[in-house]
């Protein structure tokens, strides 16, 4: 059974880059036809995707954290991860990393547990 484990600092300052990385286990990112995605969940609010790596490789951005966010892989170590540059208190949440299949993208069937992340100086 795939699992997925996030890790990364939990408290980043204003203006610096939020780095997180997600290990899978049971599976490979490279194998399957899946999306890797990050999701975070502010506090008191919805879900919100903000993007995904393919097991080709090939990268996606939610449009309104694209010009902040980079997502890429270690294939070595089957990780992937999520940077989020010039971040605020807005960015404040607690972060997912996820699985979808390319078949329904929007169903992810397998997810991290969190992992709080809090912006402030």
């Known amino acids: 059974q795939v699992q997925l484990q996030e890790s990364g600092p939990g408290l980043v300052k204003p203006s610096q880059t939020l780095s997180l990385t997600c290990t899978l286990s049971?599976?490979?990112?490279?194998?399957?036809?899946?999306?890797w995605s990050w999701i975070r969940q502010p506090p008191g609010k919805g879900l919100e995707w903000m993007g995904a790596i393919a097991y080709s490789g090939s990268t996606y951005y939610s449009p309104s954290l694209k010009s902040r966010t980079s997502i890429s892989r270690d294939t070595s170590k089957n990780q992937f991860s999520l940077q989020l540059t010039t971040v605020t208190p807005e960015d404040t949440a607690v972060y997912y990393c996820?699985?979808?299949?390319?078949?329904?993208?929007?169903?992810?069937?397998?997810w991290g547990q969190g992992t709080q992340v809090s912006v402030s100086s």
């Open positions: 996820a699985r979808a299949h390319v078949s329904d993208p929007t169903y992810f069937d397998s």
């Open positions: 049971g599976g490979s990112i490279t194998t399957g036809y899946y999306y």
